[in-house]
């Protein structure tokens, strides 16, 4: 009964609070910030890695990347994406958290062809399966499973990393690097490799203003 009743008026506190909450990134954790502090946070980690844009540069986007979805059949329609502002997620998994606080920008505002350049890949994967050494896999679930195995007993190990800005790091030229060595195992056309890059041609929304990376459309959004 106590803990209900504490849970009750921990319930009150929220709804009577005028500060904002806010979901971690990679823990369950919830935090209340001002809308001032929250608006700062956000700000800040946007600035970092993009620079603002103007409306024309958002048409233009639009236009880009839905030339792709009008190859499969004339009768399909993609939609435009949506302008919806990213929320911010408070990276308290970080050692500095505390002293210096950083946020994740998740960006909702994705194109449809990433549905199409998702199957894509799968299938490239498929067909290298069979023909490649190493094991490309598709999920963590994959992986875990593999480390398991018997074959695997004592032989491999896992190698855990942090890498600062992972995400807005990886550039146009990455992909393209990694899809070259596939081709010698699996048929990638012109038109599949174009749906691939056209699928991280995307900007990002904040405070009802368009943003793109500062070095470039390209971008691998996180969320």
Same mark, same amino acid.
């Given at each position: 009964?106590?803990?209900?009743?504490?849970?009750?008026?921990?319930?009150?506190?929220?709804?009577?609070?005028?500060?904002?909450?806010?979901?971690?990134?990679?823990?369950?954790?919830?935090?209340?910030?001002?809308?001032?502090?929250?608006?700062?946070?956000?700000?800040?980690?946007?600035?970092?890695?993009?620079?603002?844009?103007?409306?024309?540069?958002?048409?233009?986007?639009?236009?880009?990347?839905?030339?792709?979805?009008?190859?499969?059949?004339?009768?399909?329609?993609?939609?435009?994406?949506?302008?919806?502002?990213?929320?911010?997620?408070?990276?308290?998994?970080?050692?500095?958290?505390?002293?210096?606080?950083?946020?994740?920008?998740?960006?909702?505002?994705?194109?449809?062809?990433? &549905?199409?350049?998702? +199957?894509? /890949?799968?299938?490239? #994967?498929?067909?290298?399966? $069979?023909?490649?050494?190493? %094991? @490309?896999? !598709?999920?963590?679930?994959?992986?875990?499973?593999?480390?398991?195995?018997?074959?695997?007993?004592?032989?491999?190990?896992?190698? &855990?990393?942090?890498? +600062?800005? /992972?995400?807005?790091? #990886?550039?146009?030229?990455? $992909?393209?690097?990694?899809? %070259? @060595?596939? !081709?010698?195992?699996?048929?990638?056309?012109?038109?599949?490799?174009?749906?691939?890059?056209?699928?991280?041609?995307?900007?990002?929304?904040?405070?009802?203003?368009?943003?793109?990376?500062?070095?470039?459309?390209?971008?691998?959004?996180?969320?």
């Amino acid at each position: 009964m106590e803990f209900q009743q504490k849970l009750d008026k921990d319930l009150q506190k929220l709804k009577e609070s005028q500060k904002i909450i806010v979901s971690a990134d990679k823990t369950n954790n919830l935090y209340l910030l001002s809308k001032d502090e929250y608006k700062k946070i956000l700000a800040e980690n946007v600035t970092k890695t993009h620079k603002k844009c103007d409306a024309n540069a958002v048409d233009s986007t639009n236009t880009t990347s839905a030339a792709p979805a009008s190859q499969p059949q004339p009768d399909d329609r993609a939609e435009a994406p949506t302008t919806d502002n990213c929320p911010a997620t408070p990276k308290d998994h970080k050692s500095d958290f505390k002293n210096a606080p950083k946020c994740r920008p998740i960006n909702p505002a994705k194109n449809q062809i990433g &549905k199409i350049s998702k +199957a894509t /890949l799968e299938k490239v #994967i498929g067909d290298m399966k $069979p023909k490649s050494g190493p %094991n @490309p896999w !598709k999920s963590t679930k994959d992986a875990i499973e593999w480390f398991k195995t018997p074959s695997q007993e004592n032989k491999a190990k896992f190698i &855990k990393s942090d890498i +600062a800005e /992972l995400h807005p790091s #990886i550039t146009e030229s990455l $992909p393209t690097r990694a899809i %070259n @060595p596939a !081709k010698t195992h699996a048929e990638i056309s012109d038109e599949e490799l174009k749906i691939i890059t056209h699928a991280k041609n995307s900007l990002l929304f904040s405070e009802g203003s368009a943003w793109e990376k500062k070095d470039g459309r390209f971008d691998v959004t996180m969320g």
